[in-house]
């Protein structure tokens, strides 16, 4: 039976390729194989109207077979002993379905990308691309924003409560991936659920009919225990204790941020879900804030029977795949 696969996608145009180190570190510590892909198009090949087809191809060829040849470069420099590095070159368009075409063919472990770093805001913000991955990409992504660190605490962010309309299980996949990226170091694994009162304390106070309003901090008691419930519930299985779980009230934009700091967390692990083919997949209702605040990379998972929107062949006829 062959080896899971770990895939990075790699930024020829970059200096520093972060997510390829993070790849071979977790091939190592997961026991994957490797692949380094570039997706790649040039439109002045499509765009020039006096060359015939045939040479046209054999320019798009000649150009993926350059992309090749850098990425086995990259191959050559890397200290993979006892693993397998593949490498793939594709020729299709736009980038984020050219990469999620990719991992429904492929069916990798996980994905791995480099987000870029906004010097003149000082954080690392997310490309479009890498909102379109988090909404159509099936297998779990890792958007990696800082060098790989070791012995990093891993913090899974989990909604036992199903606030957001999540399935109940993929709670539970958030903490497989987070507890097999830990490497199975308890002691690296932190969980975290948040929960905001406010629209409970509005409902039945400034709207209530009743002709006595339920107090504010009974409302807050309440809503404090059904959630604390909850996760005690969900982690009943996981024998972490007390310092490393975190059932707190907030705004989750604001709350899970301040806490991977504290911590001093590598990555944050969460869960996402589509809502519709022409709808934004959901992370709660904070997703935006809360990805581009957080301070350490982000792996995003879905659900089992994720449906991707991205459909699975390229829809180019131009579409070519070199591999090595």
Known sequence: MSRQKILVVVDPTAAEQPAVTQGLALCRSLGCDLELLICHYDSQFAGRGFLVATERGALREQSLRHQLGYLNSLR?????????????????KPLADAIVRVALREEPRLIIKDTH??????????TITDWQLIRALPAPLWLVKNPPLQDAVVLAAVDPSHEH?????????????????????QARLHVYHGYDALADIAKA??????????????????????????????????????AQTHVLPGRA?????????EINAGLVVMG????????????????????????????????????SPVTYKAQSADFIELSQ
């Open 76 to 92: 050559e420099k890397l200290a993979a002993d006892g693993i397998k590095v593949t490498i793939r070159a594709v020729w299709d």
């Open 117 to 126: 770093h906004h010097s003149t805001i000082a954080r690392t913000l997310f």
């Open 165 to 185: 309309d999540k399935p109940a299980s993929l709670d539970k996949i958030v903490l497989q991936q987070a507890r097999e990226v830990a490497g199975g170091e």
């Open 205 to 242: 106070g400034a709207f209530s009919l009743a002709p006595t309003p339920i107090p504010v901090a009974e409302i807050n008691a309440r809503v404090k225990t059904e959630h604390e419930q909850a996760f005690a519930k969900l982690m009943a299985d996981e024998e972490l204790p007390p």
């Open 253 to 261: 934009a604001e709350v899970l941020p301040a806490l991977a700091r």
């Open 272 to 307: 996402a879900i589509a809502r519709g083919p022409w709808e934004r997949v959901a992370i709660g209702s904070t997703a935006e804030r809360v990805l581009d605040q957080l301070p350490c990379d982000v792996l995003i998972v879905k659900p089992p029977g994720f449906d």
